[in-house]
C-alpha cells in the first residue's frame, strides 16, 4: 500500500523556482573576468536561467545532451548551472586546470555538444577546437568584449540570451535523469566521469544545508572559493538556492588581495575551499595587519588542513574552521567535523584535535573502514582501513562504465586510509596507494606532513615511501623551505620528537624547489615516487 | 539518460539505522506512565525497536497492516515509531482526547490490526473494545504494572519483547509505500485519514532540521510538548534520529511544574508545542520566580501564539519564540517564521510584528493565497486569501479516499485564510470558515482575538461572526475573565481603541465561563456559532 501524498519529483529546477519565489530580493555579487563587480538578485537569475533554457534549445541541445563550462565562479556560470540541469541536458563542468590533451579526451569521452567558457579559457579552448567533435562554443561575455579568435563562428553568451524570452516552462523530468557530469582527476588511468543525477542532487543539497552539515541559512553570505568546475563548488551554488542566501563569486581573482577585499565589501560570513588558498589569503591579511569583521566559518576539505592554518583562523581572527571530506564521487559532502556535546567541554588542544580529524557523516552517507580481507574494523580511533561509503548521492558505476564496477558489496571504495573513533569521527591517514608499508605495518603520510608544516620553515611538505632494504619501506620526507629560511635536516627531524611515535620519523629529509601538484591542487605523490626512486635512505 | 548514483530508498528505518551507528550513546529521557524517569540511549532504541519488529511478527502484522497506538510521549511509543514503520506496516497515532464514539469510528475506518496503548487510557480502551474490530491490545507496560481489566487477552508490551530477539533486518521496501497514518481532526464531517510515505517522511525531516526551519543538531537537546499523537510530534521523532539530538520525553505530566523540573534537569535547548500548553509552563514559572536556564528556543504552533505570550517567553525568559505553521495534511511543517537579514536590523516592535506571522516555507513547500475565483493575490502583506500549499510532503488524497479529490489544481486548499508579504512571510488571518464577512469585506477573527488576549483580564477570547441586519455579520466577542477580575464590556471595546480598524472592533462583548476546545486543543468555533445564533447585536 503507498502512501497518498503528493508526487513530486526532486528538481534542480525546484531550487530556482523557490528562490525565485521566496527570496527574490536576495543577492549574487561577482567578480567578472572583465575586471568589475557585477550585482544581482534571485529574480534576475532566474530570468536569466530561463532565458539561457531557451537559448540551449535554439541551439538545439537535447535531453540528456552534455552541455560543457570551462568557467570561474560567476554569475553566468550559475545561471547555466540551472538552464543546463533544468531544461534536462547535463552539465559538464570542464577544470580548466588540465592539459589540452586531457581536456579533449574528457570533452570526447563525454561527448559534448557545446561548451561555454570564460574569456580566459580562450588558449586552451583554441588548443583543443581542432581535436574535438564539440562544434559550438559560446564565450560568456557581452558583445563589447568578444575576442578576436581562431574558433569559426564563436557565439557570445550575451547575444544568445538577449534574443530570448525569459518565459520558460520548466520540465517535469524524471528525478532520477542525469542532471550534471564531473570527472575525477585521477592521478593514474583514464579519467572517469561522474554521473549525477536531479534527485542525488536536491538530496545533497538538503544534507549539507544541515545545521551539523554547512549549516547555511538565508542569513548567511557564502563566498565559494571551491571552484564550480570542482565538483559543484561542494554544492554551494544549490544551497544558496534552497536557503535563499546571499552569494559572493571571486570569479578568477583568487589572491589573497581581491578575495580579503570581497569578504570585507559583501560581508561574507561562511566560505570554503582547499587549504592551498587559504595560504595564500591568510598570508596577505597577516601581512597587513587585517582581519575578517563577518567571516564565522571557513569550511576546509579537498585535503586535510594544517593545524597550523587551523590554529590561525581560529586563534587569530576568531574563524571557525570546519573539516569536511567529500570526492567527486560523493557529489562531494561525506563527513563534515561537528562537534558532538561531548567535545564541548574537553579542552582548547583536545578539541583541536578533534577538528583535525574529517568529521562524521551527514544523514545520508554511511561508512565503514575495512582491512584488507574486507572485515569492518572497530571504531576506536586507533584502527585504520580502507574507507568506504554508501548513500543516495554516491556513484554506483562511472559514466560509461569507465573501470568497471566500482562497488564492493553496494559500497564505495573510497580509496582512502582511515580511522573512525567511538564518536564516528573518521580521520583520514593517508591514501590507499600512498601509505608506507614499514615492516608490515601501515605509516600514515599525512600526519608526518602535518608536522612538518608546523615548522615555521617550512613552506611545503610532502612524505612519501622509499624502499629500504630490512623494512620494504621507510617514510622519506620532501619540504619545501620558506625563502630566507636555513632549514637543516637535522633540525627538522628533531621537530618531530614528542610529537609522533618514534618509528613513525622519516628517515631521511631532501629539500626540493618545488612538489608537483594535479589540477585539483593535490600533491602528485606517484610522481614524487618516480622522482624518488633511487634514493637511498641513511642506514643506521 | 539516468545519473549514475546509488539507488537507495528514503526510508524511516534508516533514520534509525543512522543513530545508532553514528549517535549510539546520545540519549533519550521520558517520564514514564509508572511515575518514574527512564533513561537509555540511541542504541538501545535500535536494539529494542528491533525487539518490537519482531513482536509484530510474531502477532501476524502484514505489510501495510495499520497498527494503532494510544500513548503518551515516550520511548516505548518511539519504539513504535521505528518498529512499526520500519517494518512495512503502517503507524497509525490515535488522539486519547478523542471521545469513544469517535476514536471507534476511527479505528474501524483504519482497519487497525493492533493497538498498543498506555495505561492511562485503559478505560477509554475499555469503552471501545467491544466496539471495533481490532482484537489484539497490548499495554505499553511490564508485567508488573499489568491492569485488571475486562479486555480479553490483554498483552503485555515488555513481555512481547523479552521473548524476541533483537536482529532484525529492516526491509528494503519501496519508498513510496505507506509509513503511518493520522486523522484530522475536523470539526464538521467526519474524520479523514492522512497516509503519509516513508519518502515524505524522509524529505520533511530533512526540510525539517534545516536552520531556518526547526534548526536541529546533535547539540541540541529536544522536549517534544506537542504529543506524538498529534502529527508525529511535528515530526520532532524523526529529526532526532536524523541530527542525533537528545530527546526528552514528558509521558503524561504536562503540567507547569513537571515540565519545568524536566527543561531544567535535562537541559533542554528546545521545545515545541501549543499556546495552550505554554500558558501553564509560563504560569507556573512566573509565580514561582523561576527562568530557564538552557532553553533557547520554542516552536509554537497549532494556533497563532498570543503576543503577550511571545513577549513573556522573550523578553522575561530570553527564549526566542519561533512561530510554525502546518497541518496534519502537510506532515505537518509548511512554514516557519525564520528571520531574513532584512529583519534584523529592524527595531524590537517591528520584529515582534514579523514574529508573529507563520513565516516563509521551508524548501519543498510552496504557497500562495487565492481570492473567490482562485485568481492567485499579490505578495503585499494586505490582500487576503485562502492559502493554497504543495509539495513532497502534503496530502494528495485522504485514506480510502474519504471527502473525494481535495486537490485544486494540483494545489492543496488549506482552509486557512492568510496574507504574504513581500519577503514571502505568510500569516493566517482566520479559518476560511470562521471569517466575518461585514457588508463584503473580510475581517479577521484572530486580530481580534489576539488583542483580546494582551488585555490583563482576558484568559481567553474568541471572535465569531454574528448575524447583523445592514452589514449581513458582524464581530461578537466571547471572552473567559481570569478568576477575580471586574471587566467590562467598555474596557473591553475601548481597549481596541488605536490597535484595530474602527470598523473591526467588535459589536458586542459577551462573558462565558468557557469557550469549548476540540481534541487537538482548537476552540469550536461551530459551536460558538450555534450557541450564540440567537444572539441580538447592539444596533448605533
Known amino acids: ?39 544581482y538578485t534571485f529574480r534576475d537569475l532566474a530570468a536569466r536561467a530561463r532565458q539561457a533554457a531557451n537559448a540551449l534549445r535554439a ?117 532520477n535523469s542525469a542532471s550534471s557530469l564531473c570527472y575525477t582527476s585521477g592521478t593514474t588511468g583514464n579519467p572517469k566521469g561522474v554521473l549525477y543525477s ?23 553570505v557564502i563566498l565559494p572559493v571551491v571552484p564550480m568546475f570542482h565538483v559543484n563548488a561542494w554544492g554551494l551554488p544549490y544551497v544558496a538556492c534552497m536557503v535563499g542566501a546571499k552569494l559572493v563569486f571571486p570569479g578568477p581573482a583568487l589572491d589573497g588581495k581581491s578575495l580579503h577585499s570581497l569578504f570585507e565589501s559583501e560581508q561574507v560570513t561562511l566560505s570554503a575551499g582547499v587549504p592551498t588558498v587559504w595560504q595564500g589569503l591568510l598570508a596577505y591579511v597577516e601581512t597587513n595587519g587585517l582581519s575578517f569583521s563577518s567571516m564565522r566559518r571557513t569550511i576546509i576539505g579537498g585535503a586535510a588542513c594544517p593545524p597550523a592554518m587551523m590554529k590561525t583562523f581560529q586563534d587569530l581572527f576568531q574563524v571557525h574552521v570546519l573539516h569536511a571530506w567529500g570526492m567527486t564521487e ?11 556535546p561531548v567535545h564541548r567541554t574537553m579542552d582548547k588542544s583536545a578539541q583541536e584535535a578533534v577538528q583535525s580529524k574529517q568529521g562524521r557523516v551527514v544523514f545520508g552517507v554511511d561508512m565503514k573502514i575495512v582491512d584488507d580481507s574486507g572485515r569492518e574494523l572497530p571504531w576506536d580511533g586507533k584502527a585504520s582501513g580502507e574507507l568506504l561509503v554508501r548513500g543516495p548521492w554516491i556513484v554506483s558505476r562511472y559514466f560509461k562504465d569507465e573501470g568497471g564496477d566500482p562497488l564492493v558489496d553496494g559500497w564505495f571504495p573510497t580509496g582512502d586510509v582511515a580511522t573512525i573513533d567511538a564518536n564516528g569521527f573518521m580521520q583520514i591517514t593517508d591514501r590507499a596507494k600512498d601509505v608506507i608499508k614499514s615492516g608490515g605495518e601501515w605509516i600514515g603520510s599525512i600526519d608526518i606532513e602535518n608536522i612538518a608544516m608546523a615548522h615555521p620553515g617550512v613552506a611545503m611538505a610532502a612524505c612519501i615511501a622509499a624502499y629500504h632494504p630490512k623494512w620494504d619501506e621507510r617514510p622519506l620526507l620532501l619540504v619545501v623551505a620558506k625563502p630566507g629560511q636555513s632549514l637543516t635536516r637535522e633540525a627538522l627531524l628533531a621537530f618531530f620528537d614528542g610529537k609522533i611515535a618514534k618509528w613513525w620519523t622519516p628517515d631521511d629529509v631532501v629539500f626540493v624547489d618545488a612538489i608537483p601538484l ?20 641513511p642506514t643506521v
Not at 560567476?74 to 581536456?103: F, I, K
Not at 560523493?330 to 558532538?340: E, H, I, N, Q, Y
Open 198 to 220: 536531479q534527485r542525488s542532487t536536491v538530496l545533497h543539497t538538503y544534507a549539507a544545508a544541515l545545521p551539523d552539515a554547512l549549516n547555511c541559512s538565508a542569513s548567511d
Open 1 to 39: 500500500m503507498n502512501g497518498q501524498m503528493m508526487q513530486q519529483p526532486l528538481l534542480i529546477s525546484t531550487l530556482l523556482i523557490h528562490a525565485e519565489r521566496h527570496h527574490a530580493a536576495q543577492e549574487i555579487v561577482s567578480r567578472r573576468v572583465e575586471g568589475d563587480i557585477h550585482r
Open 330 to 340: 560523493l557529489s562531494p559532502v561525506g563527513t563534515v567535523c561537528s562537534f558532538k
Open 59 to 175: 541551439l538545439g541541445a537535447q535531453p540528456g545532451a552534455r552541455i560543457a563550462t570551462l568557467a570561474w565562479n560567476g554569475y553566468r556560470h550559475m545561471e547555466l548551472y540551472y538552464a543546463v540541469s533544468g531544461s534536462g541536458s547535463v552539465l559538464h563542468t570542464l577544470n580548466p586546470r588540465l592539459h589540452a590533451d586531457q581536456l579533449s579526451y574528457i570533452m570526447d569521452h563525454a561527448e559534448d555538444d557545446i561548451l561555454f567558457f570564460d574569456l580566459t579559457f580562450l588558449p586552451l579552448v583554441e588548443a583543443v577546437v581542432d581535436r574535438v567533435q564539440c562544434k559550438t562554443f559560446v564565450a560568456l561575455t557581452d558583445r563589447a568584449h568578444m575576442p578576436v579568435t581562431k574558433l569559426p563562428n564563436l557565439l557570445c553568451y550575451e547575444e544568445l540570451l538577449a534574443g530570448q524570452s525569459d518565459s520558460f516552462a520548466w520540465p517535469a523530468l524524471d528525478e
Open 518 to 537: 594535479g589540477a585539483t591542487g593535490k600533491m602528485l605523490k606517484h610522481k614524487l615516487r618516480e622522482m624518488f626512486r633511487e634514493h637511498r635512505l
